[in-house]
């Protein structure tokens, strides 16, 4: 462990040595799901599904081959949880709590490499900041557990229902979407928990809470609430943010109130709506059947799935900061403006090449996994398969159902779109983007018409 922290001898990249960490966390996770122990099934579960549920939790998805409650016993719903953790906080989290709490010395390259996994944007008060991510967390996942058991705990008695309260309160504010209500009914998330207020908003908060980022909260507690005087990058991320997920509600509010929303009172509607429009942000809970949306319901999901939660938190997909980029740099080109200013500062011209890339790269992925899905399984349709690739890739955990109906090859697809996407979150923008070694030689430019 120190000579991790410390990572004096390791020679890899930044970013392969977070993916490096993310597979040997996924592969520990397949084998302690394999034993016996783990499951309910006679002889354990098989390797796919014991992998598939593995990276799935690595990488704060969701996506489940079999129940959670159901499949898995106590111990294998413990393990299911550890891998959450740590996947949500990420691996150089626990191994700087560690190290803290040792009083070892974190050296620079050990510091940067802390930087990357959080996407942090300093080097300086790194040590400072993971302080505040552990203890932070500490207090909204006990905060969020303590509420839920106010309502698990009178359904379930007090054991149960405290571990209940736990599990879903990690799970929540990893983005993980993992659920144990199949003691109630397999496969149904939230669902029988639609009409309450306090378990609806509590996981909200803690999907919010949990996708911000944790650059956004030292800003937020340092601060507080003026918001003039926040860094940039915070600015964009809470305005962002805001504004998907007042208009997610709006619009599920609009598209489904004949559907899945039909016959509830019209402050469950607003409440439900508002679970919709968080949850794909990447979460993966649901308390609406998310196979019966309508079709532009399921748009609108993809869409937000796509986008995901902020940079430098649990959440996945191209982040908020990549979509407001590529929004302004848009908006500015059609103006013929030069520069793309937003809240009085000019951004600069390497993050629209990164927005860019990170974009291309994910809509890329998700088509060819659509594409390899539809090819090895016919029976999945279009829609159902660009579902669960965006899903995947965007490790939210929302499913019409598909994935338990995959086959080997399908779910191999998905567990290397969970990987991407948890590893891409943090790293793959720099393995495809930076130029380490630039040359001195530069060829000459040239025009080309665009549009």
């Known amino acids: 462990m120190k000579q991790l922290l410390h990572a004096h001898y390791i020679r890899l990249t930044y970013p392969q040595i977070v993916a490096l960490g993310y597979f040997l966390l996924i592969a520990a996770g397949t084998a302690l799901l394999c034993l016996p122990a783990a499951t309910y099934a006679p002889g354990g579960m098989d390797v796919v599904s014991s992998l598939f549920t593995a990276t799935s939790a690595t990488c704060v998805t969701g996506l489940v081959v079999g129940d959670t409650f159901t499949t898995f016993t106590l111990f294998g719903q413990i393990v299911i949880l550890g891998l959450i953790q740590v996947g949500g906080l990420g691996f150089m989290t626990i191994l700087a709590m560690f190290g803290m709490f040792l009083r070892r010395r974190i050296g620079l390259r050990a510091r940067t490499l802390m930087k990357e996994s959080v996407n942090s944007l300093y080097v300086g008060g790194i040590v400072r900041l993971f302080h505040k991510i552990i203890v932070g967390t500490a207090l909204f996942e006990g905060g969020g557990a303590l509420l839920l058991a106010t309502r698990f705990v009178p359904k379930f008695g007090w054991a149960k229902g405290l571990w209940f309260a736990v599990f879903h309160s990690i799970s929540a504010f990893c983005n993980a979407g993992f659920d144990l209500m199949g003691t109630l009914e397999p496969y149904s998330s939230l669902v029988l928990w639609a009409d309450d207020p306090v378990v609806c908003l509590t996981i909200c908060m803690l999907i919010a809470v949990g996708g911000i980022g944790f650059f956004v909260w030292a800003d937020l507690q340092k601060n507080g609430l003026h918001f003039s005087h926040y860094q940039l990058h915070t600015k964009i991320t809470l305005t962002v943010t805001a504004i998907l997920i007042a208009g997610g509600t709006l619009l599920f509010w609009v598209l489904e109130a004949d559907n899945t929303l039909a016959g509830m009172p019209v402050w469950q509607q607003i409440l439900d709506a508002l679970f919709c429009s968080v949850t794909p942000r990447t979460a993966g809970f649901n308390v609406v059947d998310t196979a019966a949306m309508t079709g532009s319901g399921r748009l609108l999901t993809v869409l937000l799935m796509f986008v995901g939660g902020s940079s430098g938190g649990t959440a996945g997909g191209i982040k908020t900061t990549t979509l407001a ?90 567990v290397l779109l969970m990987y991407w996407g948890r590893v891409g979150s943090l790293s793959f923008a720099l393995l495809f983007t930076e130029n380490r070694n630039p040359g001195e030689a530069r060829c000459p430019e040239e025009k080309v018409s665009i549009g």
């Open 325 to 414: 980029i590529i929004a302004i740099s848009s908006w500015n080109s059609i103006r013929n403006e030069a520069d793309n200013n937003v809240f009085g500062r000019r951004l600069e011209s390497d993050s629209l090449r990164r927005a860019n890339a990170v974009c291309t790269i994910n809509l890329a992925a998700i088509l060819i996994a659509t594409l390899a899905i539809c090819i090895a399984q016919p029976v999945i349709g279009l829609q159902d398969a660009l579902f669960e690739a965006t899903s995947a890739i965007g490790t939210v955990g929302l499913s019409v159902g598909t994935t338990a109906a995959a086959n080997v090859f399908s779910r191999l697809v998905l």
